[in-house]
């Protein structure tokens, strides 16, 4: 929740070095005072907006329509990064979601895995309880530290409130995983099923999504999408990347072997998603760069 707040300040408060008009408003002017036709502004909803940022200036591409094609383009002059057309985003996503994929065997053990593990979930809830009381109290001492430095003069106003602003949010998410917890159920558990819910069909699913469910898929599966000139690599998420990762199960491989193998992978999986919040938290850099 608190990155969310902070991006969004930074987006509303683009910094100096933003021209007065923007570049789209000003081809269009530079286009009627030529004389070309301009059609009217058709609203196209571009699957990849503000999701691609660019590897030279941090900045987010922005989406255009040329020739039925669509392109993701680089707003900074200077910049290498140019243009990306959206079929070369669209199929690395794809080959991403292809290793995600699991086969029958895969999905019989983590069906199998999730069915004894709900069995023992009060005892994964207990553990989750645990871990989560510890965070409470260290985000509150860190709000004192923060405040003590403040109060020392150590740090500025600005940098101060965006600190505490972070901690704030923090502390009640983590006030909601308690909850949450006392509710009953684990919620490591819970994120992993639908995570795995997810995965096992993603290219299918991926195929048929609107633009809306193709974001919203992507940032549940990558934390990053970067172009450096014509390329884009994806920065998948921890989950992501053990299953990307994993070994794979050759056809009539031991059976012993291959339950070992995948106890492992979803021990790590779980894992991930037991501590999942912690990834949400802005780092340090990502609180500069809004500032
Ligand atoms: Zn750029």
Known sequence: MGVMRVRKTG??????????????????????????????????????????????????????????????????????????REEIVDSAV?????LLELGPHELEHATQWMRNAHTD????????????????????????????????????????????NALVGEEGETREMIQRLNGGSSIGLQQMEEFLELVKNAPFVYKHANAAEKREM???????????????????????????????????????GVHRTWNGILEALLKVFTASSDERQPSIKTLKAAA
């Open 94 to 98: 794809s080959r991403m979601l292809s």
């Open 11 to 84: 987006e509303l408060f683009p910094g100096a070095h933003e021209p007065l008009v923007n570049k789209q408003v000003f081809d269009r002017v530079q286009m009627i005072l030529e004389g070309k036709t301009v059609d009217r502004v058709v609203r196209h909803d571009f699957t990849f907006r503000r999701m691609l940022r660019c590897t030279g200036c941090e900045r987010s591409l922005i989406g255009e329509l040329q020739k039925g094609h669509v392109y993701y383009r680089c707003q900074t002059r200077q910049c290498p990064t140019k243009t990306i």
């Open 218 to 256: 992507l940032r549940s599966l990558v934390s990053n999408l970067r172009v450096t000139d014509r390329n884009v690599s994806l920065e998948p998420k921890p989950g992501v990347h053990i299953l990307i990762n994993r070994p794979r199960i050759a056809y009539g491989a031991p059976s012993r």
């Open 121 to 164: 979930e009060h005892a994964y809830r207990e553990k989750e309880l645990q871990a989560a009381t510890l965070r409470l109290d260290s985000v509150r001492s860190r709000v004192h530290r923060l405040t003590d430095a403040f109060i020392d003069g150590l740090l500025e106003k600005t940098l101060f409130e965006q600190r505490k």
